[in-house]
C-alpha cells in the first residue's frame, strides 16, 4: 500500500510509471496523469527533432491517445515513453485548478 496526494492505493508504486491520461493544454502544455496518481505537466514545446514537428498542427496535438502507458499521436507516428515524460514533467498541484480552465 502507499498514498499519493492523500489517496491510498494497493500494491507497491511502480517503478516505470505508466501514462493513464493525457490532457492537451494551450501553448503545448499536457496535463499527463500517471500510474503513480501524480499529475504531472510537459511542455510538448521542449521536444527536439523533426519527429515532433507533427505537434505544432493543433489539430493533431488536441488529439492524443493512452496506450500501454504511452502518449501518441497520428495513429502512433509519433509517441513520447512514458519514463522520458515523467521525469521531464513538472508536478501539478490539483488546487491550482486555474490551468485547467478551457
Not at 63 to 79: C, K
Request: some cysteine; proline content about 6%; hydrophobic content about 40%.
Amino acid at each position: 500500500m502507499y498514498i499519493v496526494d492523500d489517496i491510498c492505493y494497493a500494491g507497491n508504486p511502480c517503478d516505470n510509471p505508466r501514462v493513464i491520461e493525457a490532457k492537451p493544454l494551450v501553448g503545448g502544455m499536457m496535463l499527463l496523469r500517471f500510474s503513480t496518481g501524480e499529475l504531472k505537466l510537459f511542455d510538448t514545446t521542449t521536444l527536439e527533432g523533426s519527429a515532433f514537428d507533427i505537434l505544432a498542427d493543433p489539430e493533431v496535438f488536441n488529439a492524443p491517445r493512452v496506450e500501454h502507458g504511452f502518449v501518441s499521436w497520428a495513429d502512433g507516428t509519433v509517441d513520447i515513453a512514458p519514463e522520458y515524460l515523467y521525469e521531464h514533467g513538472v508536478t501539478y498541484c490539483q488546487d491550482d485548478d486555474v490551468l485547467l480552465a478551457g
